[in-house]
């Protein structure tokens, strides 16, 4: 993970929890692939990809057919319920941070 991952984690929870989400787990490991986060959004629960950049580019275009497919496949076999997939993308940059939300994705 490059070293802008788990800071983009990090903040994406803060993120989160700011909006009134409860995070539940982090970095959930099954059937091979991760959930970066897992939360209750009221009630709901997502589990929740995020994707950071620190060097201009658009962190969704790091999401394409495959790495749903995969975050899909995870999430159907977490120990858990899962009622949507959420992406969660931070653009690191000199001047500020900026922060998108996309609910259910899937």
């Known amino acids: 993970m490059p070293p802008s991952g788990p800071l983009g984690e990090s903040t994406a929870a803060r993120f989160l929890?700011?909006?009134g989400c409860r995070v539940v787990?982090?970095?959930?490991?099954?059937?091979?692939?991760?959930?970066?986060?897992?939360?209750d959004d009221e009630g709901r629960t997502a589990a929740v990809e995020v994707k950071t950049t620190s060097d201009g580019s658009d962190p969704i275009e790091a999401v394409d057919e495959r790495k749903m497919s995969l975050i899909a496949r995870t999430a159907a076999s977490a120990d858990r319920k899962i009622?949507?997939?959420d992406i969660v993308t931070?653009?690191?940059?000199?001047?500020?941070?900026?922060?998108?939300?996309?609910?259910?994705?899937d």
Do not use: H, P, Q, Y
């Not at 931070?90 to 900026?98: F, Y």
């Open 17 to 19: 929890v700011d909006r």
């Open 25 to 39: 787990a982090r970095n959930v490991r099954a059937d091979g692939g991760e959930i970066d986060l897992i939360i």
């Open 83 to 85: 009622d949507r997939i």
């Open 90 to 105: 931070v653009a690191m940059s000199l001047t500020g941070v900026e922060i998108r939300w996309l609910r259910g994705v």
